[in-house]
């Protein structure tokens, strides 16, 4: 675990320089431009700043591999081998930062071997520094975190999100299990507009559980790790177990609330992150049936 700490205070330390460029462009007007769905948006300052971390890095660790949200849209693979890698979603929420809606964060994760080693999940506008180190806990600007522990899902809140879909069959998915899981009941749902910081609500404990279908690797592989790490539970949306890749998730603060949410939540056809893009028929997105 020590080994990397030096790695994950990098990543600290480059996340705050990064999120000056993006504070700064927040206030600013934006061209905006879309990539999978008209929900799916991207800015110059998405594509510079993931420039930034991805050449700051390279520049200090000249081995270290990278699978950044935008190289990734403009054509790299996306393959997570053995060798230390960076997972990189350079402003996730972007839709936020284009609205000035106030919640954007840099997503960092760190792998080796195919374990995330650290996450980073820096929630620039609240200034809220969420990092865990596996094996080290979770902290919040350097405080610890723990999850709430609910086990009755009747006592949850839940968070989750509507994505960028926009064909019938995501959009008929994603509000059937919205319904299917308030009518259980809980208490409520609740959606940030950031799957990164929709899923470190859950290491705070504000929140019982999180879940989705249809983000990626890099918008997750950070919180997933800052969940465990502070005694949460991670899983596919089936139940099995995570895979960052699978483009599915839960994060709970209990085994019985995530199994719970398992069998209600109902998956739309995605493509694996790490499938080759070139079979699907819109760019990387969810495959719809087209209903
Ligand atoms: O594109 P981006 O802003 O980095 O990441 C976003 C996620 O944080 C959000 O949860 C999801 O609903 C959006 O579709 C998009 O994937
Ligand atoms: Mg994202
Ligand atoms: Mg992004």
Redesign the pocket.
């Known amino acids: 675990m020590a080994e990397w700490t030096e790695c994950m205070n990098f990543g600290i330390t480059i996340a705050r320089q990064a999120s000056k460029v993006i504070l700064e462009a927040f206030r600013a007007k934006k061209d905006v431009m879309l990539k999978s769905s008209p ?3 991207v800015t110059e300052t998405d594509q510079r700043v993931e420039k930034m971390l991805i050449s700051r890095i390279r520049e200090r660790y000249p081995t270290h591999k990278f699978i950044g ?1 935008e190289s990734v849209a403009a054509g790299e693979k996306l393959e997570l081998t053995d060798s230390p890698t960076w997972i990189i ?1 350079p ?5 936020n930062f284009v609205h000035r809606f106030p919640f954007v964060a840099i997503s960092i994760a760190f792998a080796v071997n195919k374990q995330t080693e650290f996450g980073i999940v820096y929630s620039c506008v609240e200034d809220k520094m969420y990092r865990a180190q596996r094996g080290g806990g979770a902290f919040v600007n350097d405080v610890p975190l723990h999850t709430s522990g609910q086990e009755d899902i009747t006592k949850s809140l839940v968070v989750t ?4 879909e926009r064909d019938c069959l995501a959009l008929c998915t994603m509000t059937t299990n919205i319904m299917n899981l308030l009518a259980i009941p809980i208490q409520g749902i609740r959606a940030v ?4 910081v ?1 899923m470190v609500l859950v290491a705070t404990g504000g929140a019982d559980a999180y879940y ?1 279908i ?3 690797c ?2 997750i592989a950070a919180s997933a790790l800052i969940v465990t790490e502070a005694g949460g539970v991670v899983l596919d949306t089936d139940g099995s177990e995570f895979d960052m890749m699978s483009r599915k998730v839960i994060a709970a603060s209990s085994m019985p609330v995530a199994k719970r949410i398992a069998q209600v939540v109902r998956a739309f056809p995605c493509t694996r992150d790490d499938e080759d893009p070139a079979r699907v028929n819109n760019g990387g997105h969810c495959i719809s049936s087209g209903l």
């Not at 999100?161 to 960028?164: L, P, R, S, T, Y």
């Not at 507009?193 to 990164?196: F, I, L, P």
């Open positions: 929900a799916d948006l949200e979603d402003i996730d929420g972007t839709v999100e509507i994505g960028a507009g950031t799957a990164a929709d989705h249809g983000m990626h890099w918008d």
